[in-house]
């Protein structure tokens, strides 16, 4: 089904439901969440999705896994075109309890564009039916990527990690955030573990590659993003993103063209 809104079918007696949507730049969806698992299939543009949890980046020919029940916004980075899939909890329970991005193999990608022209209530024993299991079966073997940065629940500290995002820099230290935040190192330190589940370090590395995502699909050139961000040549913010996702930013440079 195309351009149709996934509230009007949720309750169809079918295991798992197809929905393609085309949107202009900007909010796409507001918070909200759904009784069933999603797959968020970007086809073409790239979308920044939020949770409490924390934030991801889908660049196009990707997808993100929203379990039920998780509230999430969505927002379109330039225009966006998605294809979404809806599956009942019970028949996907080997599927993760968390969002994850996910890479998208060709058979997973035919699989969706195919599904998305079927009607909603298809017949589950005919073709359609085989390729909607067909469609959860492959999900299952997609990999994850490293595309996501987790968010702290300490108000003060999520509002500075959203500056953060908002503006990264790689020469920040723990001493100026803690100076912003009048805490002590010790107290800083621990909690921030504690509500990230990684080192201070490690998670402004993974910020500059979530800031950096949207930029390199909207065209804007390594160097200049190095630059922007604090970094003294475009080799050393390629090293760092490299060592982040295990490969360059080129790979995820420009957008992919609608289906």
């Given at each position: 089904m195309r351009n149709a809104n996934v509230d009007d079918?949720?309750?169809v007696p079918r295991p798992i439901i197809?929905?393609?949507n085309d949107y202009a730049p900007g909010i796409a969806r507001g918070s909200h969440q759904h009784r069933r698992n999603q797959l968020l299939y970007g086809a073409s543009g790239l979308m920044i999705v939020t949770t409490p949890q924390g934030r991801w980046v889908v660049p196009p020919q990707r997808a993100l896994w929203i379990p039920a029940g998780i509230y999430h916004d969505v927002y379109a980075v330039g225009p966006v075109t998605t294809r979404s899939i809806f599956l009942e909890?019970?028949?996907s329970k080997k599927l993760p309890e968390e969002c994850r991005v996910l890479g998208i193999t060709p058979l997973a990608r035919a699989l969706l564009l195919?599904?998305?022209d079927l009607p909603a209530k298809y017949d589950v024993h005919a073709r359609a039916g085989l390729i909607m299991r067909l469609l959860i079966a492959e999900i299952e073997t997609l990999p994850t990527l490293?595309?996501?940065i987790?968010?702290?629940?300490?108000p003060k500290l999520a509002a500075r990690c959203r500056a953060f995002l908002d503006k990264p820099t790689p020469?920040?230290?723990i001493d100026d955030w803690c100076e912003s935040l009048a805490m002590s190192r010790r107290s800083f330190t621990r909690l921030f573990r504690e509500q990230t589940g990684t080192s201070f370090a490690a998670w402004c590395r993974q910020a500059c590659v979530v800031a950096a995502l949207p930029r390199l699909a909207a065209g804007d050139s390594i160097t200049t993003i190095a630059l922007d961000f604090g970094y003294a040549n475009p080799s050393a913010f390629?090293?760092?993103f490299r060592s982040q996702t295990g490969v360059a930013p080129s790979a995820y440079a420009g957008a992919s063209a609608p289906e």
């Open positions: 079918y949720e309750s197809s929905v393609g909890p019970a028949v195919e599904a998305v490293p595309l996501n987790g968010l702290p629940t300490s020469h920040e230290t390629t090293q760092m």
